[in-house]
């Protein structure tokens, strides 16, 4: 098995911590540039996605909340859905959204206009990362079983994720129980492991 992901990308990062809380080897993870139409990654995604992961027998699995579902049938101790199903579900789709925004202002910034995170559609994701940053602040994921569920890895990559591409944005606002939250899993290896980078 190997994943393809880069340094940077949210959800390679979400697919690389359910597989590493699952125990599986994530030495077989290749870096790649999904804007430089990389030959390996568009043989095994045509859409030049990360994550991409290719299974031993080579059937290649893409999205990485469809990687964390069949990991979840592949292996499913430990589970990455303990706690209250609702609640976790709907705090990880929370995170998810604000992933989204993040990720549509950064791809408008560099893609077509500089100052695309001003505009109309902009403002709208902005609004989406702050109000979806302060609910999850608000009433944050709580750690329940061996492996922290999916609502904290999406909360807790999200949370990464804002501070390496707007860490000096004057709209990011303090969250405190979200800090505390990062810091509970500030030590478990493959959360320090794919910390982003550029």
């Known amino acids: 098995m190997k994943i393809l992901v880069n340094t940077t990308s ?7 911590i359910a597989l590493g809380e699952k125990g599986f080897d994530l030495s077989g993870s290749e870096i790649v540039n999904p804007w430089g139409d990389t030959p390996v990654l568009l043989e095994h995604n045509p859409a030049g996605r990360v994550p991409t992961l ?6 290649p699995m893409t999205e990485s909340l469809l990687i964390l579902l069949w990991l979840e049938k592949k292996k499913p101790d430990p589970t990455l859905l303990d706690g209250p ?3 976790v579900i709907s705090q990880a ?8 925004a993040m990720i549509h202002i ?28 302060r609910a ?11 492996v922290p569920h999916i609502g904290v890895l999406a909360t807790i990559v999200a949370l990464d ?8 944005a004057p709209w990011v606002e303090a969250m405190p129980n979200l800090d505390a939250l990062r810091a509970q899993v500030a030590e478990r ?5 794919t910390e982003p980078y550029l």
Request: glycine share 10%.
């Open 10 to 16: 949210p959800y390679a990062r979400i697919a690389r």
């Open 54 to 59: 290719v299974t031993d027998a080579g059937l």
């Open 85 to 87: 199903l609702d609640l």
């Open 93 to 100: 789709g929370r995170a998810m959204g604000v992933i989204d």
């Open 106 to 133: 950064l791809i408008g910034v560099l893609q077509m206009d500089p100052n695309f995170g001003e505009t109309k559609v902009g403002l709208r994701r902005r609004r989406t990362i702050v109000n979806g940053f």
């Open 136 to 146: 999850l602040d608000a009433a944050p994921p709580v750690i329940t079983g061996a």
């Open 161 to 168: 994720y804002l501070r390496l591409r707007f860490k000096d």
């Open 189 to 193: 290896p493959v959360y320090k492991s």
